[in-house]
């Protein structure tokens, strides 16, 4: 079915233009069917059944979903995912409908409401209810864990020079405060295995190690950790784990127990698509107590809401958590993953041998996702940010990590994003590299 007779289908289903929800459904009941796809393989061989994943034609109406800016190719979704049309919509009621009740909606249904969309979000987490709390973003829901933990003079910590400022800045605070002692490795940008990540942590390890930071995905590299083989190393040690779910909540599928942390932090305007300033904190169940909540508000609640400060907050956007996570069902998350994953191994594939350009994101698809970074060799990045952006109208963000084997911009495509803009950027860099 050819793109216009698609959208006739949309319309006579009476769906409206941006898609609905039910406009989604259907369009993917259509091509359901459809192999799924491996990624590597998808983006390298061009005569197999065309798998999901690369019909430009289904694609480009999840494009249609959204509004996008003409003046640039967006390819920073790494900082937050912008809402497709209908979830946007849908939080613009929400705002009506608090601002028509007012008082009276704060005082009634505001909280049975978070408890639901706080239950929705577990059951993708794959944790409890008990177990999962609505914050305003990871930082938050990290901070909380780092600034919160019974910390003794002498204790250690354990984190990566790669990890998020946010939460680095925080465990220097907490080492100021109370005397800790922060130790912090170097994670390579492209590991031979699991190993030898697992060795980097142990090797920090020592008998006063309470708490080991680790990213699930690196914000500027996109490296997917192997947590779950961290989580149980840093335990046989007796050492407690908290996982960086920024990026990887919603990307990535994973069931956060599986991951074996202690604690797991993530942003919902991240992938999840949610307006800004939504975040989940899960903790296990038997630590709660054990976290000094950072507002006292509800320390006398048993459990993880003693650590769920709540005062007046923009209650709306926990009901937008609703539609987000509809769109988001709706398209799929296995869908979402492997589309993503096979945007970046369609660029990165293209230009990974160039000489003079630098990939520094692991070259095994299973090691990352949507998220890429590269780099042009005697280029500082934030001059390629800018030249990437004023010379072929493509958003980056410039990443010099300090002492660190980062230099590049972070390249995040969405499920908006077409391969036709991924080859504006492999044709900049391929020219950029050429007079480098
Ligand atoms: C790995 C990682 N952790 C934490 C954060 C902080 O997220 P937020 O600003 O939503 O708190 C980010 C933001 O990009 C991130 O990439």
Not at 314 to 331: E, G, K, S
């Amino acid at each position: 079915m050819n793109k216009r007779s698609f959208i006739r289908c949309l319309t006579a289903a009476g769906a409206t233009l941006p898609l609905s929800l039910a406009g989604l459904a259907e369009h993917i009941a259509r091509y359901e069917g459809a192999p799924a796809a491996n990624a590597a393989a998808s983006a390298s061989s061009a005569n197999a059944a065309t798998p999901l994943t690369t019909q430009e034609e289904f694609w480009s109406t999840i494009r249609a979903a959204y509004r996008l800016k003409p003046d640039y190719i967006n390819l920073e979704n790494g900082y937050y995912n912008i809402l497709p049309e209908q979830t946007l919509e849908a939080f613009i009621r929400h705002v009506r409908e608090v601002n028509y009740e007012g008082a009276y909606y704060m005082r009634t249904v505001q909280y049975d409401r978070k408890k639901a969309v706080a239950a929705r979000l577990a059951a993708i987490a794959g944790c409890s209810p008990d177990e999962l709390i609505i914050t305003r973003n990871t930082t938050e829901s990290l901070d909380m864990i780092i600034g919160g933990y019974p910390w003794n003079p002498g204790d250690e910590a354990i984190m990566a020079l790669q990890d998020y400022g946010a939460m680095l800045q925080m465990f220097r605070q907490v080492q100021r405060r109370h005397k800790i002692v922060c130790k912090t490795v170097n994670i390579p940008n492209d590991p031979k295995n699991d190993d030898e990540i697992i060795a980097l942590y142990e090797n920090a390890i020592t008998s006063n190690t309470r708490l080991l930071m680790i990213s699930h995905m690196v914000n500027i590299t996109g490296q997917i950790l192997p947590v779950r083989k961290i989580a149980d190393m840093a335990h046989r040690h007796g050492v407690e784990v908290m996982a960086d779910g920024a990026h990887s909540f919603a990307q990535i599928r994973h069931n956060v127990p599986d991951l074996g942390c202690d604690y797991y932090g993530a942003s919902l305007h991240k992938w999840l698509s949610v307006p800004l300033g939504a975040g989940i904190l899960y903790v296990k169940k038997d630590l709660t107590n054990k976290i000094w909540p950072l507002l006292a508000e509800a320390e006398n609640v048993e459990g993880i809401a003693r650590l769920n400060h709540t005062g007046t907050l923009p209650v709306h956007t926990d009901l937008a958590i609703n539609d987000a996570i509809d769109f988001y069902q709706a398209l799929g998350p296995e869908r979402k993953e492997q589309r993503l994953r096979y945007l970046q191994q369609y660029w990165t594939t293209k230009v990974r041998n160039i000489p003079g350009v630098v990939v520094n994101t692991p070259a095994d698809p299973a090691r990352s996702c949507a998220i890429a970074n590269v780099g042009i060799k005697g280029m500082p990045p934030a001059q390629l940010a800018t030249t990437l952006l004023e010379k072929y109208k493509i958003y980056t963000v410039a990443i010099d990590l300090p002492q660190g084997n980062v230099q590049g911009c972070r390249i995040t495509p969405n499920v908006f994003t077409t391969p036709e803009e991924l080859d504006t950027l492999v044709k900049a860099l391929k020219e950029l590299a050429q007079k480098a």
